[in-house]
């Protein structure tokens, strides 16, 4: 290969043991060379603006990310040697913030909250102040570009597909919820017959519902994403950020898949499911990224204790996840 964007790994599922299911798959996207999914996201939008011939030699890219995105980005820009700036919140985990740097993007850290009480207005309101300021900024726009969902659809739910061609149920994380639209355009065009799960965390504004204190990145918004568009989904999920936090500790002791909290947050949800599901039924859940970039918050017990309430029995037992599900997880309409 001659580049580190062209080692994109599409083909990596695993069996998730002790869910009491034979065939629920999880695809693990922390093998892409950025740690997750929005490597695919990142070459996407790029390549988007240069086949519009957007980007110049003295352009400067720019983007809002809770973490992902911006690491991802920062390394195709430094592959194709563009400026890039990321527009980061409190919320934005230290290490990806690290990761930026690394690999020579500038990083803009925003503390004020919006109307909803998150971070994502503010971070929108200085990427449109800059490109009123100065005309060689270029926003990648991951909320409204259509790049954003093309590109799940063309890979992402693509490889599903053709790992799994009768596919019943497949569980998406919601965050600008641009794998989730191109996994349900796709599938709702290729396959009819699967059934697309979103699952967001509660407090999200994303499916209608009153925005709410979140701390772990990722998935949920404070905002509703404009790609957005509920047609196609088959049911929509909230979950408590500690059900994730549980899920993701359950993860790593019983199958030693080290997940971060959007994976914790999915498989909760496709959990909570499971009564409604026959039990030869073939599931997926995407997998976002991995978890050695949370050991400093969802995997420290400080760092949940001081956020939390109520979790000492959990922390100590992971497995007590099961008996949450019913109360962390809320079960809203389909289209």
């Given at each position: 290969?001659?580049?580190?964007?062209?080692?994109?790994?599409?083909?990596?599922?695993?069996?998730?043991?002790?869910?009491?299911?034979?065939?629920?798959?999880?695809?693990?996207e922390?093998?892409?060379?950025?740690?997750?999914?929005?490597?695919?996201?990142?070459?996407?939008?790029?390549d988007?603006?240069?086949?519009?011939?957007?980007?110049?030699?003295?352009?400067?890219?720019?983007?809002?990310?809770?973490?992902?995105?911006?690491?991802?980005?920062?390394?195709?820009?430094?592959?194709?040697?563009?400026?890039?700036?990321?527009?980061?919140?409190?919320?934005?985990?230290?290490n990806?913030?690290?990761?930026?740097?690394?690999?020579?993007?500038?990083?803009?850290?925003?503390?004020?909250?919006?109307n909803?009480?998150?971070?994502?207005?503010?971070?929108?309101?200085?990427?449109?102040?800059?490109?009123?300021?100065?005309?060689?900024?270029?926003?990648?726009?991951?909320?409204?570009?259509?790049?954003?969902?093309?590109?799940?659809?063309?890979?992402?739910?693509?490889?599903?597909?053709?790992?799994?061609?009768?596919?019943?149920y497949?569980?998406?994380?919601?965050?600008?919820?641009?794998?989730?639209?191109?996994?349900?355009?796709?599938?709702?065009?290729?396959?009819?017959?699967?059934?697309?799960?979103?699952?967001?965390?509660?407090?999200?504004?994303?499916?209608?519902?009153?925005?709410?204190?979140?701390?772990?990145?990722?998935?949920?918004?404070?905002?509703?994403?404009?790609?957005?568009?509920?047609?196609?989904?088959?049911?929509?999920?909230?979950?408590?950020?500690?059900?994730?936090?549980?899920?993701?500790?359950?993860?790593?002791?019983?199958?030693?898949?080290?997940?971060?909290?959007?994976?914790?947050?999915?498989?909760?949800?496709?959990?909570?499911?499971?009564?409604?599901?026959?039990?030869?039924?073939?599931?997926?859940?995407?997998?976002?990224?991995?978890?050695?970039?949370?050991?400093?918050?969802?995997?420290?017990?400080?760092?949940?204790?001081?956020?939390?309430?109520?979790?000492?029995?959990?922390?100590?037992?992971?497995?007590?996840?099961f008996t949450?599900?019913?109360?962390?997880?809320?079960?809203?309409?389909?289209?």
């Amino acid at each position: 290969m001659n580049t580190i964007s062209q080692c994109v790994g599409d083909a990596n599922f695993i069996n998730v043991r002790g869910l009491g299911f034979d065939h629920i798959h999880m695809k693990l996207e922390s093998l892409n060379p950025a740690g997750s999914i929005k490597l695919k996201t990142a070459i996407g939008l790029i390549d988007f603006y240069e086949k519009k011939r957007e980007i110049h030699r003295d352009s400067i890219l720019i983007e809002s990310s809770s973490g992902n995105l911006g690491v991802a980005l920062s390394l195709i820009c430094a592959e194709r040697g563009y400026p890039f700036v990321c527009v980061v919140d409190p919320n934005t985990n230290i290490n990806n913030v690290k990761m930026m740097k690394v690999f020579g993007a500038t990083v803009i850290t925003v503390t004020e909250t919006d109307n909803n009480g998150g971070y994502l207005g503010t971070r929108i309101k200085y990427i449109r102040d800059k490109l009123n300021e100065d005309p060689r900024y270029i926003w990648m726009n991951q909320y409204s570009c259509p790049a954003n969902p093309e590109t799940h659809a063309a890979t992402t739910a693509k490889a599903i597909h053709r790992a799994f061609p009768k596919l019943d149920y497949l569980f998406v994380g919601a965050g600008t919820t641009g794998t989730l639209m191109g996994c349900s355009q796709y599938f709702h065009q290729h396959s009819p017959e699967t059934r697309i799960i979103a699952v967001d965390s509660q407090g999200s504004v994303t499916f209608g519902q009153p925005p709410g204190k979140r701390f772990i990145p990722g998935l949920g918004s404070s905002q509703m994403p404009p790609i957005f568009n509920n047609a196609h989904l088959h049911g929509r999920l909230l979950v408590d950020e500690r059900a994730a936090i549980g899920m993701c500790r359950w993860l790593a002791r019983s199958n030693g898949v080290l997940s971060g909290g959007s994976t914790g947050t999915v498989l909760a949800g496709f959990c909570s499911m499971a009564k409604q599901i026959n039990k030869e039924a073939t599931c997926v859940v995407i997998s976002p990224d991995a978890g050695e970039r949370y050991l400093d918050s969802i995997y420290s017990d400080e760092w949940v204790n001081t956020r939390f309430e109520g979790m000492h029995a959990l922390l100590n037992d992971p497995y007590r996840i099961f008996t949450m599900l019913d109360e962390t997880v809320i079960h809203l309409t389909g289209e």
